[in-house]
């Protein structure tokens, strides 16, 4: 988990890493709860419903969530009648996708102060400016992306194929019983293709060409699958490695309840090195992240964001960032933080300003506003020339520049 989180972590969008531990979560309760429909259908359509607001594509893991819960739901041999069945499969669709509803009416009332809104027309739009040629070009860098074993979140898919044959043909032979693995592995190969198809269609309708073609994000929506995976299949190897035990009461298991005591030994000196193991990632990812909070000032999102407050009405106004950092300003990233902040389509980074006065006043002329984050000494020159004024990191109005000059 903590392997796949990274790339979810070093891109900050921490809900990518939560959708399926919740979702785990709720696989995790559901089980628990199995023998009481009620108990379970009220906890399923709390975690469904919360997992629907957390991010759009949260949709299919309360899907996978809510599937399960029916079929758990149906397995159920107590005195669940078949109408009470019905009504606690419903009462969890309807309370899981409601949350979610109620936030998207939400959003179409007030289009204009969200950025998350879920747009039909828009995705059209994006859709349409992509021809042939283009689909193309994200068509084969899909497949390539997926088909290659260098890629992460293959490498991901495939250690859980592994771990699945492995584990089916160990448990086969040690115990002698039948498991449910094979059921699992298959299950889950439906998942990964019904999940990477709808990655596939977002790049196509939802994602501008240019971030569509690179396949932007494709490490982060993916990694959410392959923790989902891991987890799944942990599960099924814990429930399946306890079911092998020659005593099934847990109370009443002691040295005997293994095959010998040396088994006994490898199990609880096994046990012991893993949860140490967990136990140095969280802290490594603890303090991974207590690292990037005590940085954070110094990164470009920090500078904008400690400069200019994060607005949510659209603006049209043009905004000139400047930066000393050259190859930030290149990859264009302090462009896409700044039109994140301020909300507005036209911001451009710029970091180089070797020009004469006239140039340099057509330039900023061009803009509404300048935000700089730090201490150009070439622009603070220009501008001390020009305005007589020496502009520290902050926001300025071009037009009281001008008129000021």
């Given at each position: 988990?903590?392997?796949?989180?990274?790339?979810i972590?070093?891109?900050?969008?921490?809900?990518?890493?939560?959708?399926?531990?919740?979702?785990?979560?709720?696989?995790?309760?559901?089980?628990?709860?199995?023998k009481?429909?009620?108990k379970?259908?009220?906890?399923?359509?709390?975690?469904?419903?919360?997992?629907?607001?957390?991010?759009?594509?949260?949709?299919?893991f309360?899907?996978?969530?809510?599937?399960?819960?029916?079929?758990?739901?149906?397995?159920?041999?107590?005195?669940?009648?078949?109408?009470?069945?019905?009504?606690?499969?419903?009462?969890?669709?309807?309370?899981?996708?409601?949350?979610?509803?109620?936030?998207?009416?939400?959003?179409?009332?007030?289009?204009?102060?969200?950025?998350?809104?879920?747009?039909?027309?828009?995705?059209?739009?994006?859709?349409?400016?992509?021809?042939?040629?283009?689909?193309?070009?994200?068509?084969?860098?899909?497949?390539?992306?997926?088909?290659?074993?260098?890629?992460?979140?293959?490498?991901?898919?495939?250690?859980?194929?592994?771990?699945?044959?492995?584990?089916?043909?160990?448990?086969?032979?040690?115990?002698?019983?039948?498991?449910?693995?094979?059921?699992?592995?298959?299950?889950?190969?439906?998942?990964?293709?019904?999940?990477?198809?709808?990655i596939?269609?977002?790049?196509?309708?939802?994602?501008?060409?240019?971030?569509a073609?690179?396949?932007?994000?494709?490490?982060?929506?993916?990694?959410?699958?392959?923790?989902?995976?891991?987890?799944?299949?942990?599960?099924?190897?814990v429930?399946?490695?306890?079911?092998?035990?020659?005593?099934?009461?847990?109370?009443?298991?002691?040295?005997?309840?293994?095959?010998?005591?040396?088994?006994?030994?490898?199990?609880?000196?096994?046990?012991?090195?893993?949860?140490?193991?967990?136990?140095?990632?969280?802290?490594s990812?603890?303090?991974?992240?207590?690292?990037?909070?005590?940085?954070?000032?110094?990164?470009?999102?920090?500078?904008?964001k400690?400069?200019?407050?994060?607005?949510?009405?659209?603006?049209?106004?043009?905004?000139?960032?400047?930066?000393?950092?050259?190859?930030?300003?290149?990859?264009?990233?302090?462009?896409?933080?700044g039109?994140?902040?301020?909300?507005?389509?036209?911001?451009?980074?710029r970091?180089?300003?070797?020009?004469?006065?006239?140039?340099?006043i057509s330039?900023?002329?061009?803009?509404?506003?300048?935000?700089?984050?730090?201490?150009?000494?070439?622009?603070?020159?220009?501008?001390?020339?020009?305005?007589?004024q020496?502009?520290?990191?902050?926001?300025?109005?071009?037009?009281?520049?001008?008129k000021?000059d």
């Amino acid at each position: 988990f903590n392997y796949y989180n990274i790339a979810i972590r070093i891109d900050n969008l921490l809900v990518d890493f939560l959708l399926p531990l919740i979702t785990l979560a709720g696989i995790a309760g559901i089980y628990r709860l199995r023998k009481t429909p009620f108990k379970m259908s009220l906890y399923t359509l709390v975690i469904g419903g919360f997992l629907g607001i957390i991010k759009n594509n949260g949709l299919f893991f309360v899907a996978l969530l809510v599937v399960y819960a029916i079929i758990t739901v149906s397995r159920n041999k107590t005195s669940a009648t078949l109408t009470k069945k019905i009504n606690y499969s419903l009462s969890m669709i309807i309370g899981s996708v409601t949350p979610f509803l109620l936030w998207l009416n939400h959003l179409n009332q007030f289009p204009a102060q969200s950025k998350h809104g879920v747009n039909v027309n828009a995705y059209q739009s994006i859709f349409e400016g992509k021809n042939e040629e283009v689909i193309g070009q994200i068509t084969d860098a899909f497949l390539d992306t997926v088909l290659s074993v260098s890629t992460p979140s293959t490498q991901g898919l495939l250690l859980g194929l592994i771990i699945v044959v492995v584990s089916s043909i160990v448990l086969k032979t040690m115990s002698g019983k039948k498991n449910s693995f094979i059921t699992l592995g298959f299950t889950l190969t439906i998942i990964t293709l019904t999940y990477y198809l709808g990655i596939y269609f977002m790049f196509l309708f939802s994602m501008p060409i240019e971030e569509a073609i690179i396949l932007a994000g494709f490490e982060r929506y993916t990694s959410s699958l392959v923790i989902f995976n891991l987890g799944t299949i942990m599960f099924t190897l814990v429930i399946e490695w306890d079911r092998a035990f020659y005593i099934q009461d847990i109370a009443r298991r002691d040295s005997r309840g293994f095959k010998s005591v040396r088994m006994k030994m490898i199990y609880q000196y096994t046990t012991l090195l893993v949860t140490g193991s967990a136990f140095l990632f969280i802290l490594s990812e603890n303090n991974g992240m207590i690292y990037t909070l005590s940085t954070y000032d110094r990164t470009i999102q920090g500078q904008v964001k400690n400069i200019v407050d994060e607005r949510f009405e659209l603006s049209t106004d043009r905004y000139l960032v400047v930066s000393t950092n050259e190859e930030d300003v290149n990859n264009y990233l302090i462009a896409v933080v700044g039109r994140f902040y301020l909300y507005s389509p036209y911001v451009d980074g710029r970091e180089a300003f070797d020009m004469n006065g006239d140039d340099f006043i057509s330039l900023i002329s061009g803009y509404d506003t300048i935000v700089v984050l730090d201490s150009h000494q070439t622009f603070k020159q220009l501008a001390e020339e020009e305005f007589n004024q020496s502009l520290d990191p902050g926001q300025y109005r071009v037009s009281e520049l001008i008129k000021q000059d």
